[in-house]
């Protein structure tokens, strides 16, 4: 028999939890049946090799007669072997860089339009914006020969 490797990153405890929840119900057959994933497909998310999305987690939850908050807390305190606010920080410190945080729609409204910016600014500005890095902009098109 194989020696059962223990769960190291998040996403392998959160499948480790959402396999133990599902036994009682079939194991992972049953979680196949839940919708069109195959049998491989439910041994790479419950091995952690493939993230579950939240939308899966969301069918698992209410499928096992849980809720995604109290599967992913589980998740949280067996990879801090400690409390969730230990596993969120262990995840944080651990899983890689966040993103930014997104803009509040309080700074959205305040944000100055292009129109009532200042040169400087719409230069600045212009280095955020993906459609303002074409070579050709702010420029006549060559005349067809």
Do not use: C
């Given at each position: 028999?194989?020696?059962?490797?223990?769960?190291?990153?998040?996403?392998?405890h959160l499948g480790s939890v959402?396999?133990?929840?599902?036994?009682?119900?079939?194991?992972?057959?049953?979680?196949?049946?839940?919708?069109?994933?195959?049998?491989?497909?439910?041994?790479?998310?419950?091995?952690?090799?493939?993230?579950?999305?939240?939308?899966?987690?969301?069918?698992?939850?209410?499928?096992?007669?849980?809720?995604?908050?109290?599967?992913?807390?589980?998740?949280?305190?067996?990879?801090?072997?400690?409390?969730?606010?230990?596993?969120?920080?262990?995840?944080?410190?651990?899983?890689?860089?966040?993103?930014?945080?997104?803009?509040?729609?309080?700074?959205?409204?305040?944000?100055?339009?292009?129109?009532?910016?200042?040169?400087?600014?719409?230069?600045?500005?212009?280095?955020?914006?993906?459609?303002?890095?074409?070579?050709?902009?702010?420029?006549?098109?060559?005349?067809?020969?």
């Amino acid at each position: 028999m194989a020696i059962r490797k223990l769960p190291e990153t998040f996403d392998q405890h959160l499948g480790s939890v959402i396999d133990g929840l599902a036994k009682a119900r079939g194991g992972r057959p049953w979680l196949a049946s839940l919708t069109d994933w195959s049998e491989g497909t439910v041994e790479r998310r419950v091995t952690g090799r493939t993230e579950f999305t939240v939308k899966e987690l969301e069918i698992v939850a209410a499928a096992l007669g849980s809720s995604p908050a109290t599967i992913v807390s589980h998740a949280l305190r067996n990879y801090a072997n400690s409390t969730e606010q230990d596993g969120v920080a262990k995840l944080l410190r651990e899983e890689g860089p966040m993103s930014a945080a997104p803009v509040s729609l309080t700074e959205h409204r305040t944000r100055k339009k292009p129109s009532e910016m200042t040169e400087d600014e719409l230069d600045a500005f212009k280095g955020e914006q993906a459609a303002n890095t074409d070579p050709e902009l702010g420029r006549d098109e060559p005349e067809a020969p």
